[in-house]
Structures are given as C-alpha cells and as structure tokens.
C-alpha cells in the first residue's frame, strides 16, 4: 500500500520536497499531493526589483504555473485547507472552482484527504492588523511584499517629486532580513538617475542596534549608508503609524515624519496554522531544528517561513531543508536510517544582499559557522541576477 | 543572584547557533508575542548578544532578569512590564 504523502504549500520548500520525493519514490512505495492555494509559484525575491522596473506583475520571470515547476508524479490540488485533524490524519479541503486535478472527488468542492505523512510548507502571511495605522491607512503605506503591492509603490515613486522617504519594518520576524536594506540602496540609486535625490531625505529604520543583523554586514552597509547620505536610525521598533500625520512612531518613544512610507507589513503564520492550534501565538509552527518534525506531533514536518527556527525566513533557508526532510522521509518510507548527517537540518542559508551600483555580497552562514560576507564586489551582484532567472529552470524541481 | 534553574519561565526560544536575524530578534519577537508579565527565556551562544539584548531590553522599558552562563551559551531572562 503506497503511504500517502501530503505537502501543503506550493512555495519554494514544499514544491522541491514534492519534487524529491516523487523522483525518489516509486508510485508503490508513496503518493504525493500536493496541495496549494493558488496553484501559482512567485518568485518573491523578484518582488525587490518591481518598484525600479517596468516589468508586468504576471511576467514570468515573478509567476508561473505551480504545475509546470512538479514532477508529473506529483498530484496538484489546487485549493485551501479548511482544516488539520491530526487525530484522524486527514485535511479537508476545499477547492478552488473549476480547479481540481483529481478527478476522483467528481468535481465536488470539498474533499477529505489522508495523509501517512504531512508537510506543512505554508509560508508565512502579511497581517497589516498587528500594527496600529495601517489598515485605517491603506493606500497611504507602501511595501514590495507582493507583486501588488510593488507595483503600487513603483506608481508612488513615479509621482513623488521630492520630501522625505522612510523604510523600515513594521514587525518582527519578517521574510528576507536583508530586503529593506537593500531597498533602500536601490532607491538612492534610483533617485540620482531621475535627478530627485538633491531634494529627497532617505531614512532608514532598524529596531536592532546596528543597520543589520549580522555584525560584520552592518559594518560594511553602515559607511555605504554614510557615503550615499542615508540617514539611519537604529533601535527603532515600530510601534505604530499615523498616514494622517504621516507620522510613525516606535516602542523606544521616538517619532519620526515621512513624506511617503515604505514599510514591510507584520508577518504571522498561515490562517489555517493558526485555527489548527498547532502554531504559537504568531502561527509558527514549533519545529525540531535538526529534524524538522513539529513538536508535539507525529508524521508531520515543517518547513520554510512556516517553521519557528531561529534561521532567516528565506527561501534558501526552504531550499536547504526541503532537501534535508526529503531525505528524511524517503528513509521513513522505506523503514530505513538515514544516512548520518543527510537528513538533519544544519542551520544552512545562503543569500545576496545588493548594495547598490551594481555590487551585491554573499551570505553563507549555518548553525555553527557565521557567515564572514565578502566585500560587496559586481561578481555577486551578477551572480544574484543569474540566478534570478536561472531558479525557474533548476531550484524549484530540485535539480540543485 | 538566583539560580538560573530558579527561574522558570513562559517561554523559552532556543536561538543557539543563529546568526540571521539573529538571537536579539528571536527576543524582540517573543517579547511581541507574550502577555504583560509574561516572561522569557532567549538561549544565545553569540557573544554579541551579552551587551545586545540587556540593552535592548532596557531600551525597550521591559525588565531584565539576568544573564546566566552555561555550556557553550547563555540564557537571557526578561519580563514583558507594558
């Protein structure tokens, strides 16, 4: 009897353990669903770029079909789980009209599935809610935390003529550590092309006390912050926003005016996280770091934003534990030990951080090396757009 | 100066071995999410964090219940006070 399989989420994690797992396993040894809510794969580091560029929202270097990225052994089912019943092993979904692969549920729109083992690769959602101002404000905030909301911002950028731009997060933790920072350079950069930076004052907000979490980063970012005349406040932890006033203010007591406002929206754990009562108080799910297993529970892993480990919420992070709990579970399948070392997560990240004129560092860090990042030089900035256009072909089938 | 075993807490965050973001944002947002009163426990073995998290802790008006050494890391206390 095949075990069934089941990954919730069609991100970068849940799509390369899908694809792992069904090249590994033969249809006898496992079935593997997948089950997403879109049935659309973004690629969410090109979100950065969209405030600077002219490309279209749909462009497929940002989205593709979830289906073209799976091995054909892959079942896709396209809709939004309404509930986990870990006692019974089962979801209950509920499908998107007119989207549903398996033909088996004779098009009704609710279904129940099995599941021997159960991945959650949910990711993690925007919740503008947990920050005060910004629902009431909407449409007087920006971001470039979806595809939408970038382009929105691009329209500000291309209205604005001058004043104070401030970019910050609005709560903690959030997706890509390295992004607001890298925004803000790329905006300078910007700015002195369309000739507005003489009369634009960049601020950028951090609630840590240097510009970046990692020490050796912040000490190459901060003189570039100085030399491009950033201004940078540290220990700020936003609090809450007035777009009336355009005010935003933080935890430490500090308040500080904006002409237009870029800030990353709070995070929090997926809805169905939540309901289910498996995630903490924000939605994360409390994961073995090594593992992978969500405490608590047997058969069901985490992976990606969805989990509560301290690593990056990042889709390198996914990356490398997708192919960790891939390897995991084929072992578990087959009633076999993993190969020591080969099925434990070690903490492994790798990410750009550009810096603007075209130069960009590589960070490479895991549970028990910091990274010691490289000065930002072109070969990384180039490295970072090759594989920006190379992940559609190679990352998310698993090929490396 | 109590035994760190004497102080149990509402929540403990295993940031040992984090570099990014790191174990003061481990803090910032378990602090987010307790209740006033509430307290926590961030273990970090990252050096920077003994002059990091007591001073944001302070920074940020909540209560610092001390630093206690152990193998390889330190854990961190503090109490939510707003």
Not at chain 1, 146 to 157: D, F, G, K
Not at chain 1, 163 to 190: H, M
Not at chain 1, 354 to 378: C, D, I, K, M
Request: glycine share 8%; with cysteine.
């Amino acid at each position: 009897m095949p075990q069934h399989i089941l990954v919730v989420g069609g991100g970068v994690g849940g799509t390369i353990v899908a694809n792992l797992l069904a090249r590994s396993l033969h249809r006898q040894e496992a079935e593997i669903t997948l089950i997403d809510s879109t049935g659309l794969h973004a690629y969410m580091p090109g979100w950065l770029y969209l405030p600077f560029n002219q490309m279209e929202a749909d462009s497929d270097q940002l989205i593709r079909p979830e289906r073209s990225l799976l091995n054909n052994h892959v079942h896709l089912v396209t809709g939004e789980v309404q509930r986990i019943d870990t006692h019974n092993r089962e979801l209950h979904v509920r499908h998107a009209p007119g989207k549903d692969e398996i033909v088996g549920t004779g098009g009704a729109s609710e279904a129940t599935y099995p599941y021997d083992y159960l991945v959650l690769a949910t990711g993690a959602r925007l919740e503008p809610t947990d920050l005060p101002g910004l629902v009431e404000g909407e449409g007087r905030w920006h971001h470039f935390y979806s595809a939408q909301a970038a382009i929105h911002l691009r329209e500000a950028l291309h209205r604005f003529e001058g004043g104070r731009i401030v970019i910050t997060v609005g709560g903690i933790p959030y997706r890509c550590p390295p992004a607001p920072l890298e925004f803000a350079f790329l905006l300078e950069e910007w700015l002195r092309k369309r000739g507005l930076r003489e009369r634009t004052e960049l601020h950028y907000l951090y609630p840590l006390p240097r510009v970046f979490p990692i020490e050796s980063v912040a000490e190459v970012a901060t003189p570039l912050l100085e030399e491009r005349d950033i201004k940078y406040t540290v220990f700020f932890n936003t609090e809450a926003v007035d777009t009336q006033r355009k005010v935003i203010s933080s935890l430490e007591g500090e308040e500080i005016p904006y002409d237009l406002l870029v800030l990353i929206p709070p995070h929090r754990g997926a809805k169905v996280i939540e309901d289910s009562g498996l995630g903490d108080e924000q939605g994360w799910l409390p994961t073995d770091r090594a593992t992978l297993a969500v405490k608590g529970q047997s058969h069901i892993y985490a992976l990606g934003d969805a989990t509560d480990l301290p690593v990056s919420k990042s889709g390198s992070a996914a990356h490398f534990e997708a192919r960790v709990l891939a390897r995991r579970l084929i072992a578990e399948v087959r009633g076999e030990e993993p190969e020591h070392g080969e099925a434990t997560y070690d903490g492994e990240v790798m990410c750009f951080l550009e810096t603007g004129g075209n130069r960009a560092t590589q960070l490479v860090f895991n549970y028990e090396h910091p990274p010691h990042p490289p000065r930002p030089s072109q070969y990384y900035h180039m490295e970072k757009h090759l594989f920006n256009r190379a992940y559609w072909h190679i990352v998310p089938q698993g090929l490396v | 100066m109590p035994e760190q075993t004497e102080i149990t807490v509402d929540k403990e965050i295993d940031a040992r071995g984090s570099f990014c973001p790191g174990p003061l944002m481990e803090l910032i947002r378990g602090m987010k999410a307790l209740p006033v009163g509430g307290t926590l426990a961030v273990l970090s073995s990252d050096p920077g964090s003994a002059k990091d998290i007591p001073a944001w802790i302070q920074k940020a008006r909540h209560e610092f219940l001390g630093a206690f050494p152990a193998q390889g890391y330190t854990r961190f206390v503090a109490r939510k006070t707003h």
